[in-house]
């Protein structure tokens, strides 16, 4: 069973408090019991800040890996070998796609 323990601090303290227990990648809980000696340290590495807009373009680019990847899978499996590698990176392309509503001349 656990319980809430309540305390009061100046807004700085508790701005203090989340930012050490932040830095410690624990939560401030934790934090809070090390300092009394009521359990035993733990340190994690903390988990490293990364940029949004890099989370998205790593998701992007593996979204376009995988549609090369079935793309050259399909191919295979019907028979193309005849494939050339500029006319593949052209179809590939999303202006390219638009264009012709999903088909390719390479892929003809």
Sequence with gaps: MTETFVFRCTAAEKAELRA???AAGLPASTLLRE?????????????????????????????NLNQIARWLNHAMKVGRTDLDTMKVA?????ADFRDRGGQCAATQ
């Design 20 to 22: 050490k227990a932040e």
């Design 35 to 63: 300092a009394l000696g009521l359990s035993e340290a733990r340190r994690r590495k903390p988990v490293p800040r990364v940029d949004p807009a890099l989370v998205l373009a790593i998701g992007r680019i593996g979204g």
């Design 90 to 94: 052209r179809c590939l392309a999303p």
